[in-house]
Each structure stands twice: as structure tokens, then as C-alpha cells.
């Protein structure tokens, strides 16, 4: 049942997703060119994200861990348990890379439990810090990759639930161990390739 519940929550989160992945270039009904502008594909793909993860926090995570059924950690798979949100989404953005989409997303931290979390690259760190200061903006811009061109956006990621506060605040290896509901913790970046 457990594995179930994680499943459809993937899955359902990659529909979503794949759905308005595709829709970027398209024709109208006259036959006519129409482009999707990259920021709002980026907007669109962010707000399936941000659903389906705060759905999976609120009815799957929260739910189950305040019935005595079930609980999320950090070693879900050895234990059984279910993946922690952080997990969750980068499972699903792991799932939606190999359907071959160019289209990427991951969470980093402004104070990661885990360093491999935190921001990789001057653009992340530029966006992490433009989203903590204004939280309702995303930080965007374009990015080259060798010969390649992507439009990246970085979106403010709060902290929805007592689950998230709790785990974050309790986790021996937190550098901040004092989050509110609402604060910004980090933030999911979008790359979207410019380039067929």
C-alpha cells in the first residue's frame, strides 16, 4: 500500500508535468506558429511542481504521520517509510528525465541538511538569494552550457507545513533550526532548453 501511495503520487505528478512540457511550441488552427514564452512554461511547469508536492506533504506525509500509519524519513528505502517531500521531488525530476524531456528541475537550500543541496552554480546562488529577499518573484535568466542555451528560473520554496518545520528544525545536521511556517528554505530551479 505504502509503495502504491508513492507511485501515484509520481506518476500524477509526471502527467502534470509532461503535459504542459509539451505544450511549449505548437500550431494553431490555422496552421499558424505559436511559441509558449519560456517564463511562462517555467511558470506553468513550476505550479504542477509546487501542487503535487504540497498535496504529497499535506494528504500523504502529513496525514499518514498524524494517524500513527505511516511516517517519511530520510532512509525511506531501507526502512520502508515514505520519501521526505525534498525526496519526493527529486525522485519525480529523475522520473521526468528519463522520459526525455530537456526540461529540469531540482530543490536546492539556503542552509541544506545535506551540502550537495545547496546552490551549484553563481546563477542558483544569485537566485537563491533574490528569492529570499522577494519570495513572490522568481529569479530568472538565460544560461549557456557549451553550445547549448537554457532559460533558467529559481521560485521561492516555503515552508508549507509542520512536517517540513519539524524535520528541518530537528534534524541534528540542520545549519537553521528555528523555520516558521511560510519561511523561505530554499528554492526549486527550473532549467528549460532553448535549443531543439
Known amino acids: 500500500m505504502r509503495s502504491r501511495v508513492v507511485v501515484w503520487g509520481v506518476i500524477l505528478m509526471m502527467l502534470g508535468t509532461g503535459a504542459l512540457i509539451g505544450c511549449a511550441p505548437a500550431a494553431d488552427q490555422s496552421g499558424t506558429h505559436v511559441s509558449i514564452p519560456a517564463e511562462t512554461v ?3 511547469v513550476h505550479a504542477v511542481i509546487e ?3 504540497t498535496f504529497y506533504t499535506m494528504q500523504v506525509v502529513e496525514r499518514l504521520q498524524k494517524q500513527g500509519k505511516m511516517v517519511a524519513s530520510e532512509d525511506w528505502r531501507v526502512k520502508h517509510t515514505l520519501p521526505l517531500p525534498a525526496q519526493f521531488l527529486k525522485e519525480s525530476s529523475e522520473l521526468a ?3 526525455g524531456t ?4 531540482h530543490l536546492i537550500g539556503l542552509w541544506p541538511i545535506n551540502p550537495s543541496n545547496g546552490a551549484a552554480t553563481d546563477f542558483e546562488r544569485k537566485g537563491l538569494e533574490a528569492v529570499r529577499q522577494h519570495p513572490e518573484q522568481a529569479y530568472t535568466g538565460y544560461l549557456a552550457e557549451g553550445d547549448k542555451r537554457y532559460f533558467g528560473a529559481v521560485y521561492a520554496d516555503r515552508a508549507v507545513t509542520q512536517a ?3 524535520c528541518h528544525n530537528a534534524h541534528p545536521a540542520s545549519p537553521k533550526k528555528d523555520f516558521k511556517r511560510d519561511d523561505v528554505m530554499g528554492a526549486i530551479v527550473i532549467t528549460i532548453p532553448l535549443d531543439r
Open 164 to 166: 517540513c518545520i519539524g
Open 42 to 44: 517555467a511558470d506553468y
Open 102 to 105: 530537456k526540461v529540469r528541475y
Open 97 to 99: 528525465a528519463m522520459t
Open 51 to 53: 501542487a503535487d508536492r
